[in-house]
């Protein structure tokens, strides 16, 4: 029997918009397994895995070839920064932007040191420094939009979809950092020495990619 291709992906958005990608080109999940809390799910196909993990750990699991191929944003993907494995493919879902936002109205000035609330800690020090402005940048783990309503912070770094979080919060984004897609990352091993299946899940993924 040869060994499953394992491909990582994340729980929430990711899943959501991935897994019509792949019931696409014949490969889903067992039933019994979807319904589980299983982190491995065996598909219809014997040679398929899904693992499903945290975003930010996607690429640290295809980097050490846990993982074969992932799954995973832009966003996490500029976070981890390197260049450790392949991007091949842009799978053109869970689309969003990386903006700036601060309180409406209320742009606080740019001479002083301004603090952003954020989990991209890295994208944020380089888009600041880029800007000629020294950022302090504060680490969050969620719910950003809070930070400037409760003094924390001048400004957040944070995805925008719709713009309804930010709205319901009297925030307005002022500038746009980058825009976000999910992307197909491979193992460099992997696309190597499992050339062949990676190859034909990557060119059947490529046809269906942004068909709807
Ligand atoms: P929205 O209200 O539609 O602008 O969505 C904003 C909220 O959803 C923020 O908390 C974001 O962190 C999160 N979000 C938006 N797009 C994505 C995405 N593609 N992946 C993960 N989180 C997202």
Redesign the pocket.
Known sequence: MILPLRIALSK???LDDTLPLFAKIGIAPTEEDQRSRKLILNTNREDVQFIIIR?TDVPTYVEYGAADMGVV?K?VLVEYGGSSFYEPLDLQI???RMMVAALKGEQPQTSVRPRVATKYVNITHDYFARLGIQAEVVKLYG???LAPLVGLADYIV???????????NGLEATDLVME?S?RLIVNKASMKMRHQQVTELLSKLRGVVGEE
């Open positions: 929430g958005r990711i975003a944003g966003d869970a689309k969003c719910s950003m939009e944070d995805l925008v979809e719709t713009g309804n979080t930010l709205k319901a976000v999910s």
